[in-house]
Structure formats: structure tokens, C-alpha cells
């Protein structure tokens, strides 16, 4: 039998969920191959896992009985485990997650944005009620390989832009950058720098977005030499705001876009003899827990992390009850949280 053919018997006519059995007939070969494909397991030639994939696209798969069941399991995938971000996120998922019944899994990409092929055959073998990725993304064939499997997936604070066939949960990361600019300019600052996320991650670019926005609508020109490039961590923030610092004109404030990286601000303001807010005002983005005990208190944008992540738990779990979501694309507001790290700029 080639694998253009039908299968013979029962089902031929149908186009959508077929069996292990009728995978194999279709595809000529064994069912324990099809298995494997189906579980994620490694041992199958790529040209044989691809044509099994695109069968059971075209097909759909029907588990046995036995197997109809998820495990009571949220897997919840994120790009690192570093810092207060990850404890926000999972305090909301857990939330969620206990009322119905189900346990967290945790995995850790070690800094990568896409999962690995480890990890697809992790999540296969758990068969979990569903998959939340934290500022990471999937890859076509795996968006596949849970879609077929019937394991629903959420993206939250995405990292690129998901589109409209994934659920996905973020915050207003625009307005947020708008707020925190804007909020600088009424204290008298022209001279303002700006420390970036990196250029792939989507809340990055927004932010820097309602920036340039901001200073658009207050007739501030922007200077280039006030824009750099981040990478959301305490160290790239130290040398960036090194750089800004010393430039012959220096910044009176610094929109850090990330708690992290304002954190380094304060280092090299401290490292370079700067008092803030006296000769520089400081603006972060989180309002992660530390940033009140900091000395003087940050001034930040609230990103509501623990609220973001109980809206995609609760999106995930209705997925896998089989009922529709009212929209695939979620986004929370934000909100200027004003501390000690800004003042009127001395005229």
C-alpha cells in the first residue's frame, strides 16, 4: 500500500482521527513506529517522523481509551529561572492551577527562546492538560505535535509576535513605555536615556515604541545616542548606563525596561559618585518586589505578572475542557508606579 492510499476497513471514509493502527496501514509502517512518533520519542528516521506528523495533520489521532485522559499537569515552560520574574509567574498559575485539581511542571530552556527536541518528548511522554510558554516560543512542527495530540498551548509575555492562531496573554508594554517617558517629561527632563530589552523580544520593541512616542508628542527631539540595547539583565544594565553616563552630554533620567537593568543604573550611578534622584532620575518596568526596598525606591511601571499568569492559566484550562476562549489575544494594563528615584529636574 502506498501512502496515498486509504485504509482499508472501518473509518475509510473518514478524514479526522484515526488510530495508531490505521496510521501505520496508511503510513506502511509498524505501529510501534507510530507510537513512537506519537510519544515524541527520538528513534524514528526524520523522513519517517515527517511523514507520520503530516498524516496525523491531515488525519487527526484517536488515542485509545485508555489514554483519553491528560495527566492533571500544567506544564509550564519558561526561557530562564533567574530573579523575581519567574516567582510572579508561577504564584499565578498556582493559583489557578489548584482550583482545578492540577499540579505545575516546571522546565527551563537555559536562556533559549525555543525548546529543544528533549523537551517535545518530555511533554509528549507526560501527556499534560496543557502548555504555557513563558517569554519563549514554539516551532512550527511542535505547534503540530501538541496540536495533534490534542494538548492546548498559551503563550505568555511572548517574545515575538504569536498571531492569532496561538492564545496568548501580555501586558500594555506600549503604553507602559509611553507612562514612563511621558511621566519624566513633566518633571523637566529632555535629556533622557533609554535601556532596551533585547531587539527579538516583542515587549522590548513596544516599550521603546511608547518612548519615541512620548517624546514625539512633548516636541523633544530623540537622540540616537540615548538609545541602547539591553538584555533585561543586571549586568547589561550596569554597562549601558556606564555608556550613558559618560557620553559628553549625559542623560538626566534613564527609562531602564526592565527592574533588572535599573538596578545596574543605580550601580554605576553609585560606582561614578551620581546621588538619585538628585543628579539622575531612575524609571524601571516589572515593579517586582525588591524595587520597593531599594534605596531610594524605584519608581516603575507595574507590569501585573501574577494577574497575566492566572488569565493564561484559566485560558489554558478552558482549551482543554473544549470550550472556546472569548479572545486569543490578551493584553493587561499597566500602571506608572512613582517612588523616590525621580525628581523635578534642578534647573
Known amino acids: 500500500m502506498t501512502p496515498t492510499q486509504e485504509p482499508p476497513g472501518p473509518g475509510t471514509t473518514h478524514k479526522r482521527s484515526l488510530t495508531i ?28 517522523r515527517a511523514l507520520v506528523e503530516g498524516l496525523i495533520r491531515e488525519h487527526g489521532y484517536r488515542r485509545q ?46 536562556h533559549r527562546h525555543v525548546p529543544g527536541r528533549s523537551w517535545i518528548e518530555g511533554v509528549l511522554g507526560r501527556r499534560p492538560t496543557g502548555v504555557i510558554a513563558v517569554f519563549s516560543g514554539l516551532t512550527d512542527d511542535q505547534h503540530d505535535q501538541l496540536a495533534t495530540r490534542g494538548i492546548p498551548l498559551v503563550l505568555l509575555d511572548p517574545s515575538g509576535d504569536p498571531g492569532h492562531q496561538v492564545p496568548s ?11 514612563a517617558t511621558r ?19 516583542l515587549s522590548s520593541r513596544a516599550r521603546l515604541d ?31 548606563a556606564h555608556r550613558l553616563l559618560r557620553l559628553p552630554d549625559p542623560p538626566t533620567a534613564i527609562f531602564a525596561c526592565n527592574d533588572g537593568q535599573a538596578m545596574g543604573v543605580y550601580r554605576a550611578a553609585y560606582e561614578l559618585g551620581l546621588r538619585i534622584p538628585d543628579d539622575l532620575s531612575v524609571i524601571g518596568f516589572d515593579d517586582l518586589p525588591p524595587t520597593r526596598w531599594a534605596i531610594p525606591p524605584l519608581t ?34 499597566t500602571e506608572l508606579v512613582v517612588r523616590s528615584s525621580t525628581a523635578a529636574l534642578a534647573r
Request: hydrophobic residues 45%; glycine residues 10%.
Open 21 to 48: 493502527a490505521q496510521l501505520a496501514e496508511l503510513a506502511g509502517v509498524s505501529t510501534a513506529t507510530v507510537s513512537k512518533v506519537v510519544n515524541g520519542r527520538s528513534e524514528v528516521a526524520p523522513e519517517t
Open 65 to 110: 481509551r485508555r489514554r483519553e485522559s491528560p495527566a492533571a499537569l500544567v506544564e509550564l515552560v519558561f526561557h530562564a529561572l533567574e530573579g523575581d520574574y519567574p516567582i510572579e509567574i508561577i504564584k499565578g498559575v498556582e493559583q489557578v492551577a489548584r482550583e482545578h485539581d492540577l499540579a505545575v511542571v516546571l522546565s527551563e530552556l537555559q
Open 169 to 179: 496573554v501580555g501586558a500594555g508594554n506600549w503604553n507602559g513605555g509611553l507612562s
Open 183 to 201: 511621566y519624566l517629561v513633566q518633571l523637566g527632563h529632555r535629556r533622557i536615556g533609554i535601556i532596551t530589552g533585547p531587539d527579538y523580544a
Open 210 to 240: 511608547g518612548y519615541r512616542a512620548a517624546l514625539d508628542m512633548a516636541g523633544v527631539p530623540i537622540d540616537p545616542d540615548l538609545i541602547c540595547r539591553g538584555d533585561f539583565l543586571i549586568e547589561g544594565g550596569l554597562a549601558q
Open 300 to 333: 516603575t511601571i507595574r507590569q501585573p505578572l501574577t494577574e497575566m499568569a492566572s488569565a493564561a492559566t484559566t485560558m489554558l484550562v478552558r482549551l482543554a475542557q473544549g470550550e472556546p476562549v472569548a479572545q486569543s489575544r490578551i493584553e493587561l494594563g
